[in-house]
């Protein structure tokens, strides 16, 4: 730690450091008790912090001088003084009535200020309000200097921001912009800077005529202020009005003075991302074109030497061809062609620029295309591989641009091996770079020779750890690569080897509407098979799908179809929850009747197997479709291939149901050869009715003892889940069931419509035999009759077909 130096005290002439002339001591009011003068010499800095709570103006005076002079010589002595408990003394004397007392304090004050641990601690002080109150132009430019140092020093925090902000801080400091004195115009520079980086105190700088000293320091004598000005230029310009004021106030004028004198060359590139900023507005863009600042601007991009100013000017054609007057001027230039040389420069960062620049520059098909026959698809691939990610990053982005809607391009990334490369950049830590390469692969996986090999490089795989990212971005591009992906079954079949399809399924809870939409999309492909449409159901996906279909703000087409395309492939909980199969839904083996469900929010239905563990209870049964033929096989390839089983624990297996395969032996040999549909429908309807217990009338409905029968069933296979074929007395939901069971065997057609108390029946369309050989007549809708006169037709919504569907 340094010494602090002698503090000598007494009535003796105090140096003014600033104005470089001795100020006489002001004569006190004489106390009535005399008091000879004391001369004190202090060797430690404890001393000067003790003497800075003295009621004497010149020792506080040369207390704070030594304070500041002490705390000069290096961060130890700061922390020193620190300790010493200097700083709330100092704080206070910035606010006393003597001139000489406030100066001094400001200048240990702002030299202290400098320090981590003071600047911590000033933040705990209520001083910043104190401290702008001395800003006034009247005060001493000493005081000028160490005050705004200070509050340098503090604006780059936060909460100092906001409190210089609500103190009304900003207005002096525009005020000590146009100061003479160097230090203070660059220190009131300095937290402006700072504070605009909010956007609430960008609008108040342009309000309070903030933009034309800025404007003025761009000829400063000082390089250090005119970086700092360009810098703030540069993040006050992004508002449209003060953009406006700028113009207005000649700042384009200013700039291209600066960029068309090459003594300012260490200026240019601040001053090219200023003009960055105004570049979007076509106006602008055109008076410089017409001044000729195109032809620098193009000087600039063509500078080999110099990469920060070539990517600045790069930035600044990107920013103009966001308006599409800018980019037909730009195109007249050749950008394009430039571009593409820019693309295999050694500066990392101007390859960065450039690729940012590509989106911008081809935003037509025709300038895509342009830019692929130029060779710059093969350049921009070849960037994939760079270990700069910003520069991975950019070229992602160019890529899924340039492919979006654009087949040939996508054919070129192909061709470059470029899909390669974007299947492992999807395991990458960047979530832009994630996000962009999903949505490349997405664009090119549309082509179905650059989808399969785009799958065999492991795009599936590398899918799955996006699917549970946290970016929307990333979820955005990687579902709907997905649902791209796998429209191929060998693509279904590994996301679902790969755990991809809980995470799919998760995104059903999300509340954006994008993600939501992409995710429904994607599990509408995925319930392409019945593997994956039962591993989605397991996770829950139905229960979801059907509170998103309730919901007002949530639902949508995509949900509706995803909703859809998982129930055709389920049709045993498509029956469960809407209680009809279409004659489309063909009921095949492990098809089961749990009863009419309803799909409560967090509520999930069951599979067979989990209802077949479930101990026998009082409720309905379950009603299965399980022939002997798919029986013996599963026996046969559990013989073959498994292991002896665990004498503790089972696997579960599907029950025998040799009775109903007799029972769909007998429809092909009996029902087939019959050449009437109509009484194909009626010999199978009297089938099934001698299946389940013959004819029963009407009246006599209730001495039909169904429910003991279906009872004693459980018992005997002590299970909740009975075989349809072993059912001997059934009613109208078991004749329906195995009707439409023996009906889709053997190829006819009809549906399966659930009614109220256990009622159910079967819709079958002919043609009347009085016109089913003219063209033009349309099929009438008939309900098959199982239980009271098997074999009869009822035309659809008569009196008899409507006693028949109801109590």
Known sequence: MEAAPQIKVGTVDIDDRRMGKKVKKESETPCKETFEPLTVEGKTPATAVLLLTSPEEDILIKACEAIHAFAEKGEENKVSLLGLGALEPVCQLIAHNNKLVRRNAFMALGIMANN??????????????????????????????????????????????????????????????????????????????????????????????????????????????????????????????????FRKQQGFEKLMDILSNKDFSDLHAEALQVVANCLRDSETFQLIHEGGGMTRLMEFVLTPNVPEIQSSAVKCIARAAQSPENRKLLLEQNVEKILVELLSVEDISVKTATCHAVPAMCFQRANKDSFRDLGGILAVVQLLNNESLELREAATWALSD???????????????????????????????????????????????????????????????????????????????????????????????????????????????????????????????????????????????????????????????????????????????????????????????????????????????????????????????????????????????????????????????????????????????????????????????SEAMGGAVEMEKLHEFSWVLHLSELKFQLQSNVVPIGLIKRGIYCHRALLFKCLVDSIGLSCTLIRGEYNRAWNEVLLFSRKSRNRHSSQPCCYIVDLMHQPGRLLTSNTPAAVQYQTI
């Not at 002080?125 to 140092?149: C, G, N, Q, R």
């Not at 300095?190 to 404007?215: C, M, T, W």
């Open 402 to 688: 340039l492919t979006h809607s654009n087949q040939l391009n996508a054919l070129a990334v192909y061709e470059a091996g470029g899909h390669e490369i974007l299947v492992q950049q999807l395991y990458g830590s960047c979530p832009r770079t994630v996000a962009n390469s999903a949505a490349t692969l997405g664009n090119m996986a549309e082509q179905e020779v650059i989808r399969c090999s785009i799958l065999s490089h492991g795009a599936i795989q590398a899918l799955v750890e996006p699917l549970k990212s946290t970016n929307l971005q990333v979820l955005v591009n990687s579902t709907r690569c997905l649902a791209v992906l796998t429209c191929d079954t060998k693509a279904r079949t590994e996301l679902q080897s790969a755990g991809g399809l809980q995470p799919l399924v998760n995104l059903l809870r999300s509340y954006n509407k994008e993600v939501l939409n992409n995710a429904c999309l994607a599990l509408s492909v995925c319930a392409s098979d019945e593997a994956t449409t039962a591993e989605m159901c397991k996770y829950g996906a139905l229960e979801m799908l059907q509170e998103i279909n309730e919901s007002v703000n949530r639902k949508s087409s995509f949900s509706g179809l995803a909703m859809i395309n998982l129930l055709n492939y389920n049709v045993s909980i498509k029956y469960s929850l809407t209680g009809h199969l279409a004659s489309t839904d063909i009921i095949r083996d492990g098809f089961y009747d749990a009863g009419k469900v309803c799909a409560c929010a967090g509520q999930r239905i069951l599979t067979l197997e989990e209802l077949s563990n479930q101990p026998v209870n009082q409720h309905r049964p379950i009603i299965v479709i399980s022939t002997a033929a798919e029986k013996m096989k599963e026996d046969d390839k559990h013989k073959d291939e498994t292991p002896p089983e665990s004498p503790t624990k089972k696997p579960w297996k599907m029950m025998n149901d040799v009775s109903l395969q007799l029972l769909i032996n007998k429809a092909k040999e009996s029902i087939l050869p019959l050449s009437d549909e109509r009484e194909q429908y009626a010999a199978l309807a009297r089938l099934v």
């Open 116 to 245: 981590s641990d003071v600047k911590n601690a000033l933040k705990k002080i209520d001083v910043i309000p104190s401290i702008i109150d001395k800003l006034s132009l009247e005060e001493d430019v000493v005081v000028h200097e160490f005050a705004t140092l200070c509050l340098a020093s503090l604006s780059a925090d936060f909460v100092c921001k906001v409190q210089i902000f609500d103190s009304k801080g900003l207005p002096p400091l525009i005020q000590l912009l146009s100061s003479p004195d160097p230090d203070v115009a660059k220190n009131s520079l300095e937290i402006i800077f700072n504070l605009v980086q909010d956007y609430k105190s960008r609008q108040a700088l342009h309000k309070l005529g903030g933009i034309p000293p800025l404007l003025e320091l761009l000829t400063s004598d000082y390089p250090v202020i005119q970086h700092l000005a360009l810098k703030t230029l540069q993040n006050v310009t992004t508002d449209k009005d003060t953009f406006n004021t």
